[in-house]
């Protein structure tokens, strides 16, 4: 009984009331558009889901794309991007600028805020090596460990940086499925959104219209021809060795996409616009985010044998499953292949992960979903060996006092209490 009641608790505690599931990620959906850009990711956010895929995985140059990792370590370490920075010449003519933009403030001050956009707007690399130089005090290296420290923390396995800004050789790369977790982690990185979003500007401080900046990336600007009114924030880059590179954040009815484009290679057509335009088009109209399964379907019902009889466990997901399928979904092409759960043991908690099974659409494979009892059974007989347990716990300390009350009450005779000794000795003394 006493090991019985053991496995019974050490099973309550081991319980999970929970679960986890692994995002849906399709290698590609039917797609019509035309693509002669070398890397390309599409991903719906909410459901982490890659709706296009080309050479994702493929390492190439990223151009100024890499100012977006640029921007992540400066404002993470800056606490107020109101903070003036002095703009050094030092610093700005430093390196190889092919498209300066601060040579105009040298010997004044910029704000953090106002770099920040010129680090997102622009392609001139001097507003990245001033952030680098103001972050580490001089030791730009530091800036480009912490770079590469982040990537790693990301996940990226195929990044590497080794400048605050874009470079066009072997030692600076990325590809567009790491680009993808380190767009969504500058998506929540403070400010992000409204500085990659921001067509043009003027630096804080300085009312002259002269100094007014645009931004490169023309799905953003109005009266560009690319303009495309769904994208909300992006960064684009073009240099002749990694040609046009671009990522652009787009929403439009709660739904939200992540556009990637490496070497797109017709500048003259600007197709890194164009075709960025085409996908997310497609998307919006050929996919949705639906609801693939409400937490309440029963997916599988399970029986488990007792002494009392048989117990009925209904299995449900637990949870609303939510993905992106295209517009003309169809709930009952929705199927499951279990897997064999075994003898079911009792006792089972509501929320209790029972196993997996297998979803399909179509036909086609999805994913692994978790099976989770949707009700509790076999509780009773837990609460009937804790009632004993607790019974013969009592009952223990019950005899322990009575038995060490009896101890303090009789003396033994080998053990006189100091009366009787006192007497004894009068006794022999004659007394």
């Not at 195929?158 to 066009?168: D, E, M, Q, Y």
Request: hydrophobic share 35%; glycine share 4%; charged share 25%.
């Amino acid at each position: 009984m006493k090991k019985k009641l053991i496995f019974c608790i050490c099973m309550l505690l081991c319980v999970v009331f929970g679960f986890s599931t692994v995002p849906f990620a399709a290698d590609t959906y039917e797609c019509d558009v035309t693509v002669t850009s070398s890397s390309v990711l599409v991903a719906n956010i909410e459901t982490d889901t890659i709706v296009y895929n080309k050479n994702i995985d493929t390492a190439r140059f990223i151009s100024h794309l890499s100012n977006i990792m640029t921007y992540i370590v400066a404002r993470n370490n800056v606490s107020d991007i109101s903070e003036r920075v002095p703009i050094k010449a030092s610093v700005v003519n430093a390196h190889d600028n092919s498209d300066t933009t601060l040579d105009k403030f040298i010997g004044k001050t910029l704000s953090v805020k106002d770099l920040l956009h010129y680090v997102m707007m622009t392609n001139g690399s001097d507003a990245c090596y001033v952030l680098a130089d103001y972050v580490t005090k001089g030791k730009e290296d530091k800036f480009v460990e912490l770079m590469n420290k982040k990537a790693r923390d990301l996940g990226c396995t195929k990044t590497r940086f080794s400048s605050p800004a874009a470079v066009n050789n072997s030692t600076q790369f990325s590809t567009c499925s790491d680009l993808y977790k380190i767009v969504l982690c500058a998506l929540d990185t403070p400010d992000y959104t409204e500085i990659a979003d921001t067509p043009t500007y003027i630096p804080d401080n300085y009312k002259d219209p002269k100094l007014t900046i645009g931004n490169t990336n023309s799905l953003l600007r109005a009266k560009s021809p690319y303009y495309f009114r769904h994208v909300k924030n992006g960064k684009y880059g073009y240099d002749v060795t990694a040609k046009g590179n671009i990522a652009a954040v787009s929403k439009y009815s709660d739904v939200s996409y992540v556009c990637i484009i490496l070497n797109a290679q017709r500048l003259s057509e600007h197709n890194a616009f164009t075709e960025t335009k085409q996908l997310l088009t497609w998307a919006y109209t050929s996919l949705d985010n639906k609801r693939v399964v409400s937490e309440e379907t029963v997916i599988d019902t399970v029986y488990a044998q007792s002494s009392w009889g048989e117990s009925k466990i209904e299995l449900t997901t637990g949870e609303d499953i939510y993905m992106t399928m295209p517009a003309q979904f169809d709930e009952s092409k929705v199927t499951f292949d279990y897997v064999e759960l075994g003898a079911v043991e009792l006792p089972v908690f509501y929320g209790q992960n029972m196993g997996t099974a297998k979803m399909y659409y179509d036909s086609d494979y999805v994913k692994d979903v978790d099976l989770i009892a949707n009700t509790s059974d076999g509780i009773a007989m837990l609460e009937d060996l804790g009632s004993f347990a607790n019974t013969m716990l009592e009952s223990t300390l019950v005899s322990n006092d009575d038995s060490k009350s009896s101890k303090e009450k009789v003396p033994t005779a080998s053990e006189p209490t100091p009366k009787n000794k006192k007497e004894a000795t009068a006794t022999q003394s004659g007394k």
